[in-house]
């Protein structure tokens, strides 16, 4: 299972916030390129990049720091936050990115997600974020009326072949993930699954595995050194 640390951005700036709140948020780094040059040395395999800032308006906004870690790090990057729509799409797999992770815009348009993997393949993921199974979008700020594995088997009948399935309730808790919403979602679909929300020790990490989630994106746990990158690699590698 692949392990693939998160860099979360906001304002410039490397944090982290609890549940998905903004009035919850944890600084860790000024200098995000750092962050990832860190997390490349300890041996990651991909970077998860997360312009928050962009999710909450629907658009880039640390676009710019984005493509510097993209061009400075030999590491595939998956970029989420504020991609609405296929030039979105086009200009970062343009600009480098390995994977482009689809949110709000998938859910609220779910044939875009599906024109998206017409185009790209398996380049495109999307995100699938949910309170207590229910999906949440635009940030987490909004609820929907849409069941989290109801969406998985619609958009995977449309063409999307790898999810992220984040449980919002977990995130940022340092409690555990939620195993049995991801063992739904991983049964919902032959699509494979991306887990986050909830890590806090390597054992979580292996429990993810042995449920057969494809990777784990993990963040608090690493910056507050609760898990060991190397260790978590090894433990599951």
């Avoid at 600009?95 to 495109?124: F, K, M, Q, S, Y």
Wanted: net charge negative; hydrophobic share 45%.
């Amino acid at each position: 299972m692949e392990v693939i640390p998160a860099i979360d951005l906001r304002g410039g700036r490397c944090v982290r916030l609890t549940q998905g709140d903004y009035d919850r948020e944890t600084v860790f780094s000024d200098d995000p390129l750092t962050v990832a040059r860190q997390w490349a040395e300890q041996g990651a395999t991909r970077l998860h990049v997360v312009d928050l800032d962009g999710a909450r308006e629907g658009r880039p906004v640390n676009d710019a720091i984005v493509r510097n870690i993209i061009d400075a790090i030999d590491l595939p990057v998956q970029v989420a936050g504020g991609v609405r729509d296929l030039a979105a799409v086009d200009s970062w797999l343009a600009a480098g990115a390995d994977r482009v992770v689809l949110g709000t815009a998938a859910v609220r348009e779910p044939e875009l997600a599906g024109e998206a993997c017409r185009r790209h393949g398996e380049r495109i993921v999307v995100s699938i974020d949910a309170r207590g199974g229910i999906v949440a979008v635009e940030g987490w700020r909004e609820a929907t009326e849409e069941r989290a594995d109801d969406l998985l088997r619609k958009l995977a009948a449309l063409g999307v072949q790898r999810f992220v399935y984040t449980d919002i309730e977990r995130d940022g808790k340092l409690q555990s993930p939620n195993y049995e919403s991801i063992r739904a979602m991983i049964a919902a679909s032959d699509a494979p699954i991306i887990a986050a929300g909830g890590v806090a020790e390597v054992s979580h990490l292996v429990r993810l595995a042995d449920l057969g989630a494809e990777a784990a994106i993990i963040g608090l746990a690493l910056y507050d050194g609760r898990v060991s990158l190397p260790e978590a690699l090894a433990a599951v590698g």
